[in-house]
């Protein structure tokens, strides 16, 4: 599957789920995610865990130190360009942690987790990164 994590790799991830059987953008967020158009744009995916970890940070206003550096609930929120929207729950990642479970983070804490692909959380397709 779609296990990287790495920046880079979401749409590699999505184009894997997508194509796992079964999975159409009614219940996948990957499939909903690359289905996405906005702006005559059609190469949308879901981030890896890496990508939304960075996703947290711009939004929380916090400076890259490194792709390593985890996003926490300090800083100012972001109010540029694409910022807002963001609400202070978790968002879907594409990066799978074995057959069941998939990476998410949580844009109010910072926090990564995992949880079953059955749950319901938000999706923020995003176009290249990086």
């Given at each position: 599957g779609a296990t990287a994590q790495g920046i880079g790799s979401g749409m590699a991830n999505t184009?894997?789920?997508?194509?796992q059987t079964g999975n159409v953008a009614a219940t996948s967020a990957a499939v909903y995610a690359f289905d996405y158009e906005n702006n005559s744009k059609t190469d949308w995916h879901l981030p890896s865990k890496d990508e939304l970890n960075q996703m947290c940070k711009w939004?929380?206003?916090q400076a890259?130190?490194?792709?390593?550096?985890?996003?926490?609930?300090t800083g100012t929120p972001?109010?540029?360009t694409g910022a807002s929207?963001?609400?202070?729950?978790f968002y879907?990642?594409?990066?799978?942690?074995g057959a069941d479970y998939a990476r998410l983070q949580g844009f109010d804490s910072g926090s990564q987790y995992s949880d079953r692909k059955t749950s319901t959380y938000f999706v923020r397709p995003v176009r290249a990164f990086g």
């Open positions: 184009i894997a789920i997508k194509n939004q929380r206003g890259w130190v490194s792709d390593a550096t985890i996003c926490n609930n972001n109010s540029g929207g963001f609400s202070s729950v879907w990642g594409s990066s799978e942690n």
